[in-house]
């Protein structure tokens, strides 16, 4: 009982965080299947109907199927180059242990300080002078820059954790540097590798800025986020569709996770347990 008492404030907590969370979540998904009239009249009200018609509008109106597949191409070809790129750098520093590899690793965490604000305008005329200037390809080869110090940092973490032993056994049956990589280390850090996954793949598919500003709002080119807006009017917003729109961009993301976040997890729980 007094344990039971003890963690009372903490069950207060979490039950209070979670309310707070599930409010605006239940408000979100029943405005997609409202009218206007019917969201600001009964904002927290059960939908009339479970209708598809919001979801369908926005569908065509904001032409959403072909910015799904621009954002997915983008996102999954930045994802490749990202881990094409973080792995091999992560194994190099995670193996090194003179001061140039320190310095590195310190030039890596950099990347941490620099704004998003600051690096659009070099972006910009880096773009243009490439000429790739309103192009998904730019963007597939931006991101992955953004994207290292965070996934480097990661997967240098992990591989740290690995026993030289493993490497040296490899080494002794006549493995290569690239096989030791990818038949040692990558499959012990696959929590690690998920997590980097999953950020990376938020980040990537919710990245609005420079998608905006290099690809521009070409209905053939633009991502998702882009498309999105085009569902306000000067006259008047149907929030209905607004919503329902969100809803269907949300739906790869919840796939993303939930297939992830096992992994995620245990790359938490692994890390709890080294502290």
Avoid at 4 to 11: D, E, F, S, Y
Avoid at 34 to 47: C, G, M, R, S, V
Avoid at 70 to 81: C, G, I, K, R
Avoid at 88 to 101: D, E, H, K, Q
Wanted: proline residues 6%.
């Amino acid at each position: 009982m007094k344990l039971g008492k003890r963690w009372l404030p903490a069950h207060i907590l979490v039950w209070s965080y979670a309310v707070l969370l599930i409010v605006p979540l239940y408000y979100f998904l029943a405005s997609a299947f409202k009218t206007n009239d019917e969201i600001f009249a009964h904002p927290f009200a059960l939908p009339t109907s479970f209708g598809f018609g919001n979801f369908r509008t926005a569908f065509d109106s904001a032409d959403l199927g072909l910015a799904v597949v621009n954002s997915t191409l983008v996102t999954v070809l930045a994802l490749v180059l990202t881990l094409g790129l973080a792995l091999p750098a992560a194994f190099a520093l995670a193996r090194s242990t003179g001061r140039l590899a320190s310095v590195m690793e310190k030039v890596f965490s950099l990347g941490f300080l620099i704004p998003t604000f600051a690096a659009l305008f070099p972006t910009f005329l880096l773009a243009a002078a490439t000429g790739l200037f309103h192009t998904r390809t730019f963007m597939v080869l931006f991101l992955p820059a953004t994207a290292m110090p965070l996934s480097v940092v990661i997967l240098v973490q992990f591989m740290r954790t690995i026993p030289k032993e493993m490497e040296e056994a490899a080494r002794m049956d006549g493995a290569s540097t690239f096989a030791v990589l990818r038949h040692v280390y990558v499959p012990m850090c696959m929590p690690g590798i998920a997590t980097v996954l999953l950020l990376n793949f938020l980040t990537f598919w919710n990245e609005y800025l420079y998608s905006l500003v290099i690809i521009g709002p070409d209905p053939a080119q633009r991502t998702v986020q882009v498309a999105l807006p085009t569902l306000k009017s000067i006259t008047g917003t149907d929030y209905g569709v607004l919503t329902a729109g969100t809803v269907l961009t949300l739906v790869p993301v919840w796939i993303v996770y939930t297939v992830l976040q096992k992994r995620m997890q245990q790359a938490l729980v692994s890390g709890a347990v080294k502290m």
